[in-house]
């Protein structure tokens, strides 16, 4: 079983940057693939980013591609997502998740085992 805390976000003007943490719980973290997933009002969850257990295989979103950068360290269980460069567009509720199946990244919720309760980041124009 892994918990999942997510912080991190808050409002910021556009062109902004914040940086989101999700602190794991378990002493399998190391084990898990992690992604980063939002969600904004009357729309579907979708994928931002996703980082291997290593850390060497990396996916993002078109959307987010050279802006956001996810990272992690496994000694303190926790997996970042710098974002910078913030739009309007990027405001939703963001997420991140554990997927223990070991089966590589992927950009599928359904894949994911575990979630957070969600931080929101509010860009103003």
Request: aromatic share 12%; proline share 2%; net charge positive.
């Amino acid at each position: 079983q892994v918990q999942l805390v997510e912080s991190g976000g808050g409002l910021v003007q556009a062109g902004g940057s914040l940086r989101l943490t999700c602190a794991a719980s378990g002493r399998t973290f190391s084990n898990y693939a992690m992604g980063w997933f939002r969600q904004a009002p009357g729309k579907e969850r979708q994928f931002v980013a996703a980082i291997s257990w290593s850390g060497d295989n990396i996916y993002y979103a078109d959307s987010v591609k050279g802006r956001f950068t996810i990272s992690r360290d496994n000694a303190k269980n926790t997996v970042y997502l710098q974002m910078n460069s913030l739009k309007p567009e990027d405001t939703a509720v963001y997420y991140c998740a554990a997927d223990s199946k070991r089966l590589g990244i992927t950009r599928s919720a359904a894949r994911y085992d575990y979630w957070g309760q969600g931080t929101q980041v509010t860009v103003s124009s």
